[in-house]
Each structure stands twice: as C-alpha cells, then as structure tokens.
C-alpha cells in the first residue's frame, strides 16, 4: 500500500505557463515533506522541502503547498522553463520513521516550447 | 558541492553471481542510504546506515546486504543475482540532523540476466 501517491505519471505544460503537481499522502504522522528533481542518468536532486507547520513555502519560481487537511500537497513552478522537463518525486517522512523518506511514483512533467 | 559516486554507471550480471555496488562520498556524511528506483513505484529503501560498521534494514532488505567499513564507503552486495533484482540503484548521503537533504549519486544501472 503506497502511502505516498502522485497519481499523474506525465504532464505537459506550455513553456510560460504553471506547471502544478500534485502528491496525497496516507499517513497523518508525516511531518515534513520535499520535493526532488531527477534527470534522466541522474540522480535526484532536492527542490524544495515544507514542514507540518507550515502550508505555503517558496523559493523563486518553485512554490509548494500543504494541505494537512487533505493530506495533499502540490508543487507549482511559476513560470515553466524548458529546463524544468524532468521526473519530480514528492517525499514525505515522520519522526516516528526516524525521518525515512517514502518516495511517490514521480511525475514526468514536460514543458513544450 | 556535496559529490556521492558510484562505482558503474551500467553493469550487466548474469543469475547467480555475486554484484558489489560500491558508493563513495566526500562530505563527511554520516548517513548513506541504498535505494532502488523502478517504474510506477518510485524509490524504495533497501539499507541504510548511521554510521561506521552499523547498518538497518529498509523496506526491501532480501537479497541483499550492506558494508560500511569507513565512513565515506556503503557498499551494497547482491549475494546471488536474479532477475528481479534488474533495476536502478541510488545511493544517498546525508548529514546528521534527520531533516537534513538527501544528496544522490548518479545511479548504477544494473541488468541481470
């Protein structure tokens, strides 16, 4: 049983538009979440992390948002940028886990010129 | 720049034998972690560990196991290849704190057959 799920293996995006992915969680011990960005032959990188406490973090064109209520939180990339075309994977961990990351499928998101 | 290496990029095993997967890291990291990435199921924990010569089961332990012998070096050993073990490995250091970034290596692609 995945507790952690992104139910949309690709999306593709206009090169200037929002870019949203999305990631819903099972577990209500989760209490800090990431973002990671992988390339293909690469390994993931980190993007962008939130903690429980918080529902909205940002940094420059990457947004993320939590939902604790929905157990849902979603990346935007504002505007997207060719170089954005990547597989991006939602994380979650619990202190409970001592803070093991549980990895989502990951989305293929391609940004279209 | 935090830089985790693996030892192959790609590396083609026949069932049965045995596969070391060597993992190096340069940051003084005092956690490492081996992962394996497949398709639709994201990144799944295999072994990781906190420090020298200790180790601690993932989520998908069987088949293999782990060495760390010094601090900069997680080896990952698959003791009798078989073909479901095909898949992309990751190796992960860490920091100490456990909300700390995970950085990655490359990722060895490994092929049994």
């Known amino acids: 049983d995945q507790q952690v799920k992104q139910n949309s293996p690709s999306l593709s995006v206009q090169e200037g538009r929002i870019s949203i992915l999305n990631c819903d969680y099972t577990?209500?011990?989760?209490?800090?979440f990431l973002w990671y960005k992988k390339y293909p032959a690469e390994g993931p990188t980190f993007l962008i992390s939130?903690?429980?406490i918080k529902d909205k973090n940002e940094d420059g064109r990457f947004t993320v948002f939590l939902n604790k209520s929905a157990k849902h939180l979603s990346l935007h990339i504002v505007p997207s940028q060719p170089g954005d075309s990547a597989v991006y994977f939602c994380?979650?961990?619990?202190?409970?886990?001592?803070?093991?990351?549980?990895w989502g499928a990951g989305t293929k998101l391609i940004i279209k010129p | 720049d935090v830089k985790v290496t693996q030892s192959s990029r790609y590396l083609v095993k026949r069932t049965g034998e045995k596969v070391f997967l060597e993992c190096v890291q340069d940051?003084?990291?005092?956690?490492m972690f081996w992962y394996r990435q497949d398709p639709g199921l994201g990144l799944r924990l295999i072994y990781f560990?906190?420090?020298?010569?200790?180790?601690e089961k993932g989520d998908i332990p069987e088949g293999y196991s782990v060495s760390r012998e010094k601090k900069e070096r997680f080896s990952l050993i698959l003791e009798s290849a078989s073909t479901n073990q095909t898949s992309m490995y990751l190796c992960?250091?860490?920091?100490?704190?456990?909300?700390?970034?995970?950085?990655f290596g490359p990722g060895t692609r490994l092929t049994v057959l």
């Open positions: 994380a979650a961990s619990a202190l409970d886990s001592n803070y093991q990351l549980i």
């Open positions: 577990n209500s011990m989760f209490d800090y």
């Open positions: 940051m003084d990291h005092e956690n």
């Open positions: 939130i903690s429980s």
């Open positions: 560990s906190y420090d020298v010569k200790m180790k």
């Open positions: 992960a250091s860490r920091p100490g704190g456990v909300q700390d970034t995970q950085y």
